[in-house]
């Protein structure tokens, strides 16, 4: 049992059981209620079970940071808490603290991993230049006076009216639209077809009834529109002159295409070579240490891989219970189904991380900042904006797994 002086509390802490830590500490009555006051400003709440969520974890937080810095404790997962009252109105704090289990190493170094030598036959290099080519679409403009068919492009400006006057969302500029490619309402293209550059079209549709703007929804408007360009798709060809047309930088001929992509196949399957091996080596050195990892981590890991499968149904407008449900399986079953790479995925974390304390792998302030710099090229999002989203422990923890693969690699790696 451990015991340290928190501003007006004591907490202690126990363990309880194999990693896991407990620390208690007691709130006044008077203590407590101010917080429940202040819980209310913060919150903007009346709910009695909201305000003293708020206040058990606002105690909670400066009483675990710093138990955690004081005794080096390594979370496991988000603690739970658990407030008691006594007699006299008090309130006992505990937080359930899961920890990291211990690690013991076996061999990381000299395993002596081969990469796969890395070869690019020119059949696949002109596989992937025709790939290329044929994914194309290219248009030209055709001759003017030229009627547009059914399968050209013509680019066009357009106001939507109803009852003469132009309604939101109803208007664009250089729009191309590809008749016959039904991307627009019905009857809309049809109205386009024999229409020529310079030609103003009045197009006459009837918007459909389960239409998603109620105020449109099976209403009659008009679209005055003007036609700017007709063009004709370019048939796909790997020859100078498409290429050309492609406007690739650095690219003037077949050949340049060919050696480009001869140079950029060739470092994808590099990094794919290396990649390999560097999973061969983590696999191995995880092998080949020993961690008893407890099942409340396994059973965390799953939940965060169910709730990232929940969010990416989403985006497919599907929720999770419908894929359940179309995947023929239970909830409990599709958990056991993740629970193998749950397991994989936490003993190589932590594999990782015992390897980089015993070797003082440490992400350094100036190595974090530009980590932030760079995130925020990426996502061209202020890197001031980026810190309150992404926590300074998150980049450090990412750059600390990073360098650490980059040692494995580095005394792992056949030479």
């Known amino acids: 049992m451990y015991r340290k002086k928190m ?31 202040e819980a209310k400003e913060t919150t903007k709440s009346e709910d009695p079970a909201v305000l003293r969520e708020f206040a058990i974890s606002s105690f909670a937080s400066k009483v675990l940071t710093e138990a955690v810095d004081t005794n080096k404790l390594k979370l496991a997962y988000t603690p739970a808490l658990m407030g008691t009252d006594d007699a006299d109105g008090n309130v006992t704090i505990t937080i359930n603290c899961p920890l990291l289990p211990e690690v013991k190493l076996g061999q990381y170094k000299g395993l002596n991993v081969t990469k796969d030598a890395v070869d690019v036959p020119e059949e696949e290099v002109i596989a992937e230049m025709n790939r290329q080519i044929s994914a194309q679409k290219l248009w030209e403009t055709l001759p003017e006076g030229t009627k547009a068919e059914e399968g050209d492009q013509v680019i ?6 109803k009852d003469g006057v132009p309604f939101d969302g109803g208007s664009g500029e250089n729009f191309p639209l590809i008749l016959g490619s039904h991307s627009f309402i019905p009857g809309f293209e049809e109205q386009l077809i024999g229409s020529t550059a310079g030609e103003k079209v009045k197009v006459d549709v009837t918007f459909p009834e389960n239409y998603f703007e109620p ?33 690739l930088e650095g690219i003037h001929s077949v050949d340049d295409f060919k050696n480009r992509l001869a140079i950029d196949l060739k470092a994808l399957k590099e990094q794919e070579a290396e990649n390999k091996a560097i999973s061969t080596i983590l696999e191995k050195v995880a092998d080949g240490s020993e961690v008893d990892i407890p099942d409340a981590m396994i059973d965390n890991q799953v939940e965060q891989y169910v709730n990232e499968y929940e969010n990416n149904m989403k985006q497919y407008g599907m929720t999770l219970d419908q894929y359940l449900q179309f995947s023929g399986q239970t909830l409990d079953a599709f958990k056991q189904q993740l629970r193998p790479q749950a397991i994989l995925t936490l003993r190589q974390a932590l594999v990782l991380e015992a390897i980089a304390e015993k070797e003082a792998i440490i992400a ?10 760079l995130l925020s090229q990426m996502y061209s999002f202020p890197a001031e904006q980026l810190k309150a989203i992404i926590p300074y422990g998150t ?16 005394q792992n790696l056949a030479k």
Request: aromatic share 10%.
């Open 7 to 37: 501003n007006a509390m004591d907490y202690e802490i126990n363990y309880p059981e194999l990693n896991m830590a407990e620390i208690t500490f007691t709130v006044s009555k008077a203590d407590f209620e101010k917080a429940l006051e």
């Open 215 to 247: 105020s449109l929804a099976g209403q009659p408007v008009v679209f005055m529109c003007t036609v700017k360009d007709v063009q004709k798709e370019i048939k796909p060809e790997l020859t100078n002159e498409f290429l050309a047309k492609m406007k």
């Open 156 to 161: 066009i400006d357009f106001v939507g009216e």
């Open 395 to 410: 980049v450090a923890t990412q750059l600390v797994q990073r360098k650490t693969m980059d040692f494995l690699k580095d």
């Open 364 to 373: 350094e302030d100036k190595e974090i900042e530009d980590e932030y710099a």
